[in-house]
């Protein structure tokens, strides 16, 4: 289950990843598509938010362009000694 941590109401544009960079603010890359350029894209930061992150979250944008929280899951098998 997630919760809303900040309304920012970004509005998405086909062909770009959007994420909660370091800041706490809401940046977006070009998609890579196939045959591109290699190695990291540049960003630009969309809307300023100032989310401070709390370690064992994950941190999207939803489908409102709101950004939200989730508790991560640290499930799996055991590693073997």
């Known amino acids: 289950m997630a ?3 900040a309304k920012v109401g970004v509005k998405k544009v086909p062909g770009y990843l959007y994420f909660v960079d370091r800041r706490g603010d809401v940046s977006r890359a070009k998609m890579a598509r196939g045959g591109g350029k290699k190695g990291r894209q540049k960003q630009e930061t969309v809307a300023k938010a ?3 992150k709390q370690s064992g979250y994950l941190y999207f944008i ?3 362009g709101d ?3 989730a508790k991560m899951v640290r499930g799996g098998k055991k590693k073997r000694r």
């Open 3 to 5: 919760e809303k941590v």
């Open 50 to 52: 100032g989310v401070k």
């Open 67 to 69: 950004i939200s929280r």
């Open 62 to 64: 939803d489908s409102k």
